[in-house]
């Protein structure tokens, strides 16, 4: 779920209304009054900010929505606090891009900051191994007991099953003392059963359908 907007910066609709008038970043710093350096590590850790950039020297950004970004953007810790909204919408989704969308930071952060932090490596697996068990269970209840309510795409569901493949894996493997290769082997093994589901019941339907 995307957080409610935490107001950034005051200096960010500054900066922004400059830029959408000048198209030349390094006026739009001096007005502000703050370093580059300020500027640049908000621009690498909030993507809001970073888009609403882009935007002003695409000319897609206008005078009002500059104006009105310093309480539309939301504000990202520098002290990394924006894992734990990654983590979470990771495992919800097991999309790394999504996730990232939803904590607003840049999906070139995190992957930078897995590179160098361990533990965040080990926490990302740990939330995509979640979220893939999830997304299993989901597939098989709507499998056993379709709710018209809450239609699913089987076929990109069932493709980022496979996606995940390998991730999953892994730390199924590492939590369960066996090798990486007899769970690929499992994993392969389910999703084809899952595949001969789906088109067992998609061959069901069009029969009663004639």
């Known amino acids: 779920m995307m ?8 200096w960010i ?17 001096t007005a502000t009054g703050k370093t580059p350096g300020t500027i640049y590590a908000q621009r690498n850790r909030n993507l809001a900010f970073a ?3 882009r935007d002003a020297l695409d000319g897609k950004l206008t005078a009002k929505a500059a104006r009105d970004a310093q309480k539309n953007l939301i504000e990202v810790p520098a002290n990394g606090g924006w894992k734990d909204a990654f983590l979470s919408a990771l495992a919800d989704s097991s999309n790394i891009t ?5 904590a607003n ?3 070139s952060t995190v992957y930078r900051e897995r590179s160098k932090n361990p533990a965040f490596a080990q926490s990302w697996q740990a939330a995509l191994f979640e979220g893939y068990t999830n997304l299993e269970m989901e597939v098989l209840g709507h499998l ?3 709710d018209p309510t809450r239609p699913m795409d089987i076929t990109n569901a069932l493709r980022l099953l496979a996606a995940h493949r390998d991730s999953f894996a892994r730390e199924h493997a590492q939590r369960q003392n066996v090798t990486a290769a007899e769970v690929r082997a499992s994993i392969e093994r389910k999703v084809e059963k899952l595949r ?5 019941r998609k061959a069901k339907e069009a029969h009663d359908g004639q």
């Open 3 to 10: 957080r409610d907007p935490i107001p950034g910066p005051k």
């Open 51 to 53: 888009t609403a950039w």
């Open 196 to 200: 001969q589901q789906v088109a067992k």
């Open 98 to 102: 999504k996730a990232a969308q939803e």
């Open 105 to 107: 930071i840049p999906v």
């Open 13 to 29: 609709p500054v900066f922004l209304e400059t830029l959408v008038e000048t198209r030349i970043v390094s006026d739009a710093m």
């Open 144 to 146: 056993r007991d379709p």
